[in-house]
């Protein structure tokens, strides 16, 4: 079946607006976990979602940035008033099984350049 | 910030030859992953090792663990020029609900 996909695949925004970040899992995957990438830098974890329940969000760097995934399905980043410092690559990843236990698949990104 | 730290940051070998990446991290874990990340690309996953696990083969890969050391190693033999890539270890930091990535080494198998 299809892979993790995320949209849009490139956003600019000025500073100061909000932007909404989707990724659509593989069908059934139970967990999902959201990360930033800055360049030339390994993923930092961001949240953690185990069906529609965010296990985890330790890693969101400040109250502009929420995450959901209200049918445990699809799930959004949202990041408000964005700031220069948020520019990076915002991956998304699945997994079949609960918990950072298994196998992870990972969506291409979102490049997200605020200007 | 990072839990894991790969070395070298950067390695440059020649086609056919193996290449060996090392990983340390800091606290207990319940497995340990390893990632290839292509340039401009998303991630994907080589192998999975279990903290009870000493080492794991998956074709040109070889993935031993020492917790005591709190230590990782990847081994690519016969390295090809499409082997050119960035490699990350990840780990569930033990509580499971977090995953955290290394720094990364940059490899590039040269034709």
């Known amino acids: 079946g299809a892979g993790v996909s995320q949209s849009p695949r490139y956003k600019v925004a000025k500073r100061g607006q909000d932007v909404a970040l989707r990724c659509d899992p593989i069908?059934?995957?139970?967990?999902l976990f959201w990360y930033q990438q800055a360049l030339g830098q390994g993923p930092e974890f961001l949240t953690y979602?185990?069906?529609?329940?965010?296990?985890?969000k330790s890693g969101l760097p400040s109250d502009r940035f929420f995450a959901e995934r209200p049918e445990g399905s699809v799930s959004t980043l949202k990041i408000q008033r964005t700031q220069q410092e948020d520019s990076a690559v915002y991956l998304c990843?699945?997994?079949?099984?609960?918990?950072?236990?298994?196998?992870?698949?990972f969506g291409p990104g979102t490049r997200l350049t605020v200007t | 910030s990072q839990q894991g730290e790969e070395d070298p940051q950067a390695l440059s070998i020649q086609e056919g030859e193996n290449a060996t990446m090392n990983c340390s991290y800091k606290?207990?874990?319940?497995?340990l992953q390893w990632y290839r990340q292509n340039s401009g690309r998303g991630l994907v996953h080589l192998i999975l090792?279990?903290?009870?696990?000493r080492e794991k083969h998956s074709g040109r890969l070889r993935v031993t663990l020492d917790t005591s050391k709190k230590s990782s190693s990847l081994l690519i033999t016969a390295s090809r020029a499409a082997d050119t890539a960035s490699y990350f270890c990840?780990?569930?930091?033990?509580?499971?609900?977090?995953?955290?990535f290394g720094t990364g080494t940059s490899l590039t198998v040269i034709p």
């Open positions: 990843a699945s997994s079949w099984g609960g918990l950072a236990l298994y196998e992870q698949y």
């Open positions: 069908s059934g995957h139970v967990s």
């Open positions: 979602f185990q069906n529609e329940a965010q296990l985890d």
């Open positions: 606290t207990s874990i319940n497995n």
């Open positions: 090792i279990r903290s009870n696990e």
């Open positions: 990840a780990t569930d930091a033990g509580t499971g609900n977090q995953f955290y």
